[in-house]
C-alpha cells in the first residue's frame, strides 16, 4: 500500500532541493510536481507527527532549508494527504490561488509582533457606583446592570487604547512593510498582535522602527518574532483555513484518506501560532 504523505511547502516545479534533505521519519524529501508547481513531500510510515515543539520546530526546518532554493510556500504543520496522487490532485485543485500566491509571497518574509500591557483601569470604571450607599440604594437588577455597564465601558475603553497603539505601530511599521495583518485585545493582556510582510532587503529597517518604538513605550512588552517564512499572508481556502470535516479526518488516524483539494499554506495553525511565539 502506497504511504502517506506529508506536505512541507509548496515551490516552483524546477526547484532543486537540498541534498541528503530528510523529513519527519528520517524519510527523503522529495516532490511531487504538477504543472509549473510541486509539493515538497516526505513519506509517512509511522502516522501523523504530533504538534510537539520538537516536531514543529522540524516542519520549520524543512521550509526553511526549501526557502534558499527557490520562491517557496510554507504549508500549514499536519498537512497529511493519502498518497503522491492526492498530493498531485491537492496542486491541481488549488492551482490557481497557489501559482499567484507562490509568485507574490514566495520570496518574502514575516516578522510577527506582540505587544503585551497591564489593562488600564479607566476613570469611568473608577467613577462608576459599584459600592457603599450608591449600591445599597438600588435592588440586585439594577446592580446587575451596572456592573455590566461599567465591565462594558471598560472593554470599550480598552479597545480604544489598543486601536491608539495599533494606528502608531502602523505608522512606524507599515512604511517598511507590503502588507500586515492586526488583531486588536486577543486577551486583555494582549494589547495588539500584528503580523508584517516585508522583502527581505527591508528587514534591517523594519528591526530599527521596531527597536524606536521599544524604546518609547518602556510601560509595555514589545515581542518580535521573525523573520519567518510568509505562513499569514498565504490566501486561505474557502470557508477558512480548516473544514470541520477535514478536522475530523486528520484525527480519525495516520492513513486516513483526506480532500484531495486540501493543500491549505495558511499560519493559522493554532499549535504553531501559539509554539512560535513561546519558543521566540
Partial sequence: ????????????????????????????????????????????????????????????????????????????????????????????????????????????????????????????????????AAVAAHGPGARYLQTRLAAHRREAAMRERARALAQELDGELSVHALDRRCSLLPTPRLAVRAAYLLEPGRVPAFQDAFAQLRRAHPDLRFLLSGPWPPYTFVTPQEGGERSANGRQRHEAGPHQPTDRSNVGTSSTSEHFVKKREQLS
Avoid at 524543512?62 to 490532485?89: C, H, K, M, N, Y
Avoid at 492551482?95 to 505587544?115: P, T
Wanted: charged share 20%; net charge negative; with cysteine.
Fill in 1 to 132: 500500500m502506497a504511504s502517506a504523505c506529508y506536505v512541507y511547502a509548496i515551490l516552483g516545479c524546477e526547484t532543486l532541493l537540498p541534498p541528503g534533505l530528510r523529513g519527519f521519519d528520517d524519510a527523503v524529501v522529495s516532490v511531487v510536481r504538477w504543472r509549473a508547481l510541486a509539493a515538497a513531500t516526505s513519506p509517512l510510515e509511522r502516522g501523523a507527527p504530533r504538534p510537539t515543539a520538537e516536531n514543529l520546530w522540524r516542519h520549520e526546518a524543512i521550509v526553511e532549508a526549501l526557502r534558499p532554493q527557490g520562491p517557496a510556500l510554507p504549508v500549514r504543520f499536519g498537512t497529511v494527504l493519502a498518497d503522491a496522487s492526492a498530493v498531485a490532485d491537492a496542486l491541481a485543485g488549488r492551482y490557481d490561488v497557489l501559482a499567484a500566491d507562490l509568485a507574490r509571497l514566495g520570496d518574502k518574509v514575516e516578522f510577527g509582533l506582540s505587544v503585551l500591557w497591564d489593562p488600564p483601569i479607566t476613570s469611568r470604571e473608577e467613577q462608576s457606583p459599584s459600592s457603599g
